[in-house]
């Protein structure tokens, strides 16, 4: 005998403007690449800050008299108060910056003073390879390049003017290195352009994919609606209306007989309509109106068993059973109309294909689960039976009340009942709010 179990699953060239939220880059605003870029800018500033400051007393000291100590002093509180205002906010200065590349170039020049004054061989020449490095960031490699071969000729030039003894290798140490910074600028720009592209990329995919997943979701609740609802009322009209047939081309036929059947066909076809306009009224139902009410599922099973149980069906029972301090709960709307579907899905299995006597619905409230089982003593479920050979057959009932677990969070367990005889239809779920109802 077959089981069928389910768990629920319960978005380069130059950068022209640059705001506090977005950036006109090659392609397009990237505010995730926007704010890396803005740190690593701050970085850069509040390491050339550090050395500055290390170096300043060495600058000043090497000044001559005079003149020269004002122009020292007023390098250092240029340059120590750009890279302070640039690293404390670059939201409001890192776009003048940005418009203005002739603002680090006066940079680099009062830099050059420092360097001359403070000398080659201090940490004012970690600065000089900041500037390039910037540039690389900021406007790419054409900014790299030009401030790399300006600050390399500085450094040549200082080199020169201070050092003429030094071996020509050691004199091109710096300026090499800000050749490389530059490279190491631009290319970092370049990845954080394209880490962009492909983030922006990456959010259109899931976009799309959510968006054929909602409509996947409601093709498949339509689905389900219409099988549990117009298709089943439907076959009845067909069986109702074949039995008249057979009834209209008897040699004798019976005019009571034949009003009855009548009257069956025209009660079904009303109420197939009636189905029809509820669901089309759930179909136009705001979004989250439905599930707003909340719905005594114990009444409602009660009613469904007892409209189920007259005629030539099985014999059908309910009962319902709560925990110490527990109570049955109320559902939302939506939640409750998920039940009962799988709960009359249940019961129509029973009575069309497992030939049953006997049903049982139980609604158990304990533990902090709401359990609810139906059981029958019919011939049970064929054996080898999954739900993709159910899908491919197009039986979609079983494969509707797998569906409605998963949207509930619940498990579903389908499967032999008590002596492996029958079916048992068995539900969990937790309780509402995640705690017992009391």
Not at 2 to 17: K, Y
Not at 174 to 203: D, K, M, Q, Y
Not at 207 to 212: D, K, M, N, T, Y
Request: proline fraction near 5%; glycine fraction near 10%; aromatic fraction near 4%.
């Amino acid at each position: 005998m077959a089981t069928i179990a389910t768990t629920a699953r319960g978005n380069a060239g130059p950068l022209r403007r640059w705001g506090t939220a977005s950036v006109a880059a090659d392609s397009g605003a990237l505010p995730l690449q926007v704010n890396a870029v803005q740190a690593m800018c701050r970085q850069v500033f509040g390491f050339r800050l550090a050395m500055i400051a290390v170096a300043a007393p060495a600058a000043l000291l090497g000044a001559g008299p005079g003149l020269g100590v004002r122009l020292v002093g007023a390098a250092v509180v240029v340059t120590f108060m750009g890279s302070y205002v640039l690293f404390r906010d670059w939201e409001r200065f890192g776009p003048l910056l940005l418009a203005h590349p002739s603002l680090l170039a006066a940079d680099t020049l009062f830099g050059a003073l420092l360097l001359i004054s403070a000398g080659p061989d201090t940490t004012l020449a970690y600065v000089s390879v900041c500037t390039p490095l910037l540039a690389g960031i900021v406007y790419g490699w054409r900014g790299a390049a030009f401030f790399a071969s300006l600050q390399g000729l500085i450094l040549l030039l200082v080199h020169a003017t201070l050092g003429p003894g030094e071996d020509l290798a050691e004199s091109l140490l710096l300026p090499g290195l800000c050749v490389i910074t530059g490279a190491v600028g631009s290319t970092l720009r370049n990845l954080l352009l394209r880490f962009g592209e492909a983030t922006e990329a990456l959010t259109a995919v899931r976009s799309r994919l959510a968006v054929s997943e909602a409509v996947n979701s409601e093709r498949a609740q339509l689905a389900r609606d219409l099988h549990d609802s117009v298709a089943k009322t439907l076959y009845g009209v067909t069986l109702a209306a074949e039995a008249l047939a057979r009834s209209a081309a008897a040699p004798a036929p019976d005019p009571a007989a034949l009003k009855a059947q009548a009257d069956l066909i025209a009660r079904s076809a009303r109420r197939a309509a009636a189905e029809s306009r509820e669901l089309l009224s759930d179909l136009r139902r705001a979004s989250g109106e439905e599930g707003a009410a909340a719905v005594d599922l114990d009444a409602e099973l009660a009613a469904r068993v007892t409209h189920f149980a007259p005629g030539p069906r099985p014999r059908t029972t309910y009962e319902a059973r709560t925990g110490a301090g527990c109570s049955l709960p109320k559902l939302p709307r939506v939640q409750a109309r998920h039940l009962l579907a799988i709960v009359g899905e249940a019961l129509d299995n029973a009575d069309r294909h497992a030939a049953a006597t006997r049903v049982r619905v139980r609604l158990t409230a304990d533990d902090g689960l709401l359990t609810l089982t139906v059981d029958d003593d019919g011939t049970g479920l064929p054996p080898g039976t999954t739900l993709e050979n159910l899908r491919r057959s197009g039986h979609f009932g079983l494969l509707g009340m797998t569906e409605r677990a998963d949207f509930l969070g619940a498990h579903l367990h389908i499967g032999p009942g008590d002596g492996d005889r029958g079916t048992e239809v068995r539900l969990r779920m937790p309780l509402p709010s995640g705690r017992e109802p009391g």
